[in-house]
């Protein structure tokens, strides 16, 4: 059964958003805790509430905590590639369809379970269904993912990417031509307003900030080389679908569904190619690097040949 929790909220938390105030009171992450009051399962003096509202010092918070998750059970994942290992990190090359950890309503595979059932063991640090991930990438983007292995790993790169000292590059092809060829899109992100599912550029949302440079032009589309200076749930795909240069392929961001059809793709043409770190055992600056899956390149060589 859930645990029920009574919070009063002190005053010097006076007037922050729900979300907020309840990540500083359960040391919680803010994500996890707008996901519960995004379940319905926190209340203010009694009645359900939004995110978003501000709360009072003296307010009485109501919270129920969910029962943890039972041990995460080993799944073979087909094509989860390990393109390092050692006692402090674990690096993959993760494939499509594929997410980190286990999450309510999600059913596939992850690459936790995967690597559970390839025999590696990651660091026991976080909830237990995402024990040792320190980042993570949406389920229709492939690319490069490091775990941690040992628990210093795993409070080291927990620090790295909370200050930004990861080199995080992707690959993204995008419909049209953006101008400037070269840019940095800084604008807030949070929930979608109405879609649970979604992420938005929202006036008070969280930070975000996104570089691209173009690498190469197709008569439709154009190949742009991505780095993230902040990484926010589907940031890529919210930040380039604000300037309408949506992912080739993204149908949930607006791209055009016939230009996917033509290329054969079923997801967003959204690669993590490079992930440079500093790595927690040697201290020595580190890189690891993914080719294209066969469905990008295979989408990119039907450009090339348009142009």
Known sequence: MAD??????PDGLDGLRLDVALSRLLGLSRTAAADLVDAGEVSVDGAVAHRAARVTGGSL?????????????????EGLRVLHEDAD?????????VAVHPSPGWTGPTVVQGLAAMGYRIATSGAAERQGVVHRLDAGTTGVLVLAVSERA???????FKERTVDKRYAAVVQ???DPTRGTIDAPIDRHPRSAYKFAVVAGGRPSVTHYETVEAFRSATLLDVRLETGRTHQIRVHLSAVRHPCVGDL???ADP????????????????ELG???????????YVSPYPGDLSHALDLLAGES
Not at 277 to 287: L, N
């Open 258 to 273: 016939v230009l996917a059809r033509r290329l054969g793709l079923a997801r967003q043409w959204l690669h993590a190619r």
């Open 154 to 160: 795993y409070t080291a790169l927990k620090r790295a």
């Open 252 to 254: 949930t961001y607006g």
């Open 176 to 178: 049209g031509h953006p």
């Open 277 to 287: 770190f500093v790595h927690p055992g040697s201290g020595e600056q580190v890189r």
């Open 89 to 97: 990190v674990i690096v993959v090359d993760k494939p499509v369809g």
């Open 61 to 77: 918070l109501g919270v129920r905590i969910p029962d943890p998750p039972a041990p995460v059970a080993p799944q073979p994942v």
């Open 4 to 9: 029920l929790r009574l919070l009063p909220v």
